[in-house]
Structure formats: C-alpha cells, structure tokens
C-alpha cells in the first residue's frame, strides 16, 4: 500500500516561530509538492521538487521555504510564522508523467497538516 | 490561461439517488482529468482519471465521468448515492497550458441525506 506520511495531524505555534513540516513517501517517487488548502479555494501549490536538491516555486511561495535533502523526504519551513498562515497543508508525491514530461501525473497525498498560528 | 470551475460549491442528494457534480474546464491544449475525493479530515484520494483514452472513464466506488470535449465539461456522476460518499470532491486538469502542473477547482461538498 503506497504511502504519504506526514510528521503531525495538527499543529499550533505562535506568530514569528519557525515552523517545518515534514513529508515522506515510500512510492520512489521523483516529484514532490506542498500545497496548503483553504475554504473555497481549493489547492494551492506552494513549492514543487523534481529532483533532490531541486525546487520550484508554486503559486504561492511568499513566506515559505523549502528542503529536498532525500529523494523520500521533503520539507515546509516557515520562517517566521504569521497567523495568515494558518490553514491546511497537504503534501503529494508523484512519478514522472507522459512522454517524460514532469508532470501531468496523478499524484498521490497525505493526510494533511492542520497549522494554526496564533 | 488554463482554469477549471466546480460549478456547484454544495451539492445534497437523497441516499438512493443519482450524483452529478459538475465541472468545467478551460485548456488550449489536450487535458488530463481527474476527479479526487477527501472525506472529513482527511487527505485527497483519486477517483478516476482522464488521459486521452476512452471518453467515459469509470473510477472507484461507483463513480464515472465523461470528458465532452465540446462542452469543456468532466461532470462525475454516480447511480445511487451512499452515506459513505458524503465528501468534498476536486476536479483537476493539467496540460501544456499550465506546465502539466495541477490545477484545482474550488471544490463541491457532497451531502447526502439518509
């Protein structure tokens, strides 16, 4: 059974600490994602990783870093947390997709990370 | 630029009864689908996908979509609704238009009346 396991169900820290939270995934997969989810807003992708050492921006970058140190594991910083901040996270891993192009593959995700910043 | 709207943000049926939700879509390009369920605090798990094969694609639980290229349309339906599907449901696309980077509706919330 493929898994994407997140580091906790639910989070709460105060304005301007440092936040990581930590995915991992046992599928092999080379691409990695953090999106955070919002009421009537669906997903929104925050960072991507293709490759380890590799990251890209998503749509929403602003106040988040990220770190790809093994193919399995990829983690969400915030570097000095906002109570704007407080929502659902959710990280997804896939493979490849057609004609060897990155994406454009199911991905597959874990079961979220519910931050509150207080 | 590519775009998918959800057009109904609630939907409740009668247990018994048919599911439709409905979603559009918006691609210069030929799309990928999917459809993806996440029951109450829970993660996104796929339901079914399109990828340029058969136009009707059957997925878990029951549920089916049929990509209508003419209408820009990925409507997920289902023949009878169970308690077990009241859940918020996504429809994705990806194509060139966006890098193949998924791109989310807004989401509709199933309710689902016993």
């Known amino acids: 059974d493929v898994k994407v396991t997140q580091s906790s169900r639910y989070l709460v820290k105060r304005t301007g600490e440092k936040v990581f939270l930590e995915c991992v995934q046992d599928m092999d997969h080379e691409n990695m994602f953090w999106y955070r989810q919002d009421p009537g807003l669906g997903l929104r992708l925050i960072y991507f990783?293709?490759?380890?050492?590799?990251?890209e921006k998503g749509d929403i970058p602003e106040g988040y870093s990220v770190s790809r140190e093994k193919k399995e594991r990829f983690s969400l910083i915030l570097e000095s947390a906002s109570t704007n901040q407080t929502s659902m996270y959710l990280c997804a891993s896939s493979s490849p997709g057609i004609a060897g192009v990155s994406w454009g593959n199911e991905q597959f995700f874990g079961p979220g990370t519910r931050l509150t910043v207080l | 630029a590519q775009s998918v709207t959800q057009l109904d943000s609630h939907v409740s049926v009668s247990e018994g009864t048919p599911v439709l939700l409905r979603c559009n879509y918006s691609?210069?390009?030929?799309?990928?689908l999917f459809w993806y369920v996440q029951h109450p605090n829970k993660g996104l798990q796929l339901l079914l996908k399109y990828t340029s094969a058969a136009t009707l694609v059957k997925g878990i639980n029951g549920f089916e979509a049929e990509f209508k290229k003419s209408e820009t349309s990925f409507h997920l339906t289902k023949p009878s609704a169970h308690m077990s599907d009241a859940a918020e449901y996504f429809c994705?696309?990806?194509?060139?238009?966006?890098?193949?980077?998924?791109?989310f509706g807004s989401g509709t919330r199933l309710l689902v009346r016993p």
């Open positions: 691609s210069s390009y030929s799309p990928s």
């Open positions: 990783s293709y490759d380890v050492k590799m990251k």
């Open positions: 994705v696309v990806t194509s060139m238009d966006s890098s193949y980077k998924l791109i």
